[in-house]
Structure formats: C-alpha cells, structure tokens
Nanobody, 125 residues
C-alpha cells in the first residue's frame, strides 16, 4: 500500500486544519493511524482508526480536539484538527498497520509497516 498525506500548512493558534491521507493499492491493514514528529523529538502517536469497525483511539494531548475518520469510497483517512495549539506544530505522518495488530498495539510505531511522506503543520501563537 502507498500512502500520500496532504493538507498541512501554517495557521494561528485556535484555528482548524484538516489533513488527508490517500492510499493506493491493496491493504490488509487493521489500523490506519496518524503520528507526528516535532523538531528534536521522537515521533509520537496521534490517532488511529480500526479499518473494520471504525473504532478510534487518540493521544491524550489531542483528545477532544482532533477527529480521525475513514472514507472507504475515497480511499482516504482524514484527521480533522481543531483548537490548534503551538505545541501541535510538527510533521504529521499517516501510516497503515499490519493485519495482525491488536488494540493494545494500535498506538505503537512498531505496529505500522507502511508510512506516507509527512506534511508540515505549523501553529503560530
């Protein structure tokens, strides 16, 4: 599976932004996820959605502000980000997990085998 992320940009604090990740090719991924990496920091989990039942998981830092969704007709997984904060500034990556990923592994980078290129999100104060 190939993943292509888009939608990043420069916004002011409090604004909203929608990221989209389009995939092509066959996938048996159990989860589709978004991760982010700020300068000088490790890549971290943001959100994930289970392919089959669309159940979702969020990092505590974004819960209530970000919403992940999947559109099977468009072959996209989107991340709607609201009430953005300067600390949300990072390169955002979408990823597809393996077919055997279980719920407890959905937040782990190691569970994701396929990655898209990143898209930069910058939030100014």
């Amino acid at each position: 599976v190939q993943l292509q992320a888009s939608g990043g940009g420069l916004v002011q604090a409090g604004a909203s932004l929608r990221l989209s990740c389009a995939w092509s090719g066959r996938t048996s991924a159990r989860y589709l996820g978004w991760f982010r990496q700020a300068p000088g920091k490790d890549r971290e989990f943001v959100a994930a959605i289970k392919w089959r039942d669309r159940s979702t998981h969020y990092a505590d830092s974004v819960k209530g502000r970000f919403v992940i969704s999947r559109d099977s007709a468009e072959n996209t997984v989107d991340l709607q980000m609201s009430s953005l904060k300067p600390e949300d500034t990072a390169v955002y990556y979408c990823a597809a997990s393996g077919s055997g990923t279980i719920t407890s592994q959905a937040r782990s980078l190691e569970s994701y085998a396929s990655w898209g290129q990143g898209t930069q999100v910058t939030v100014s104060s």
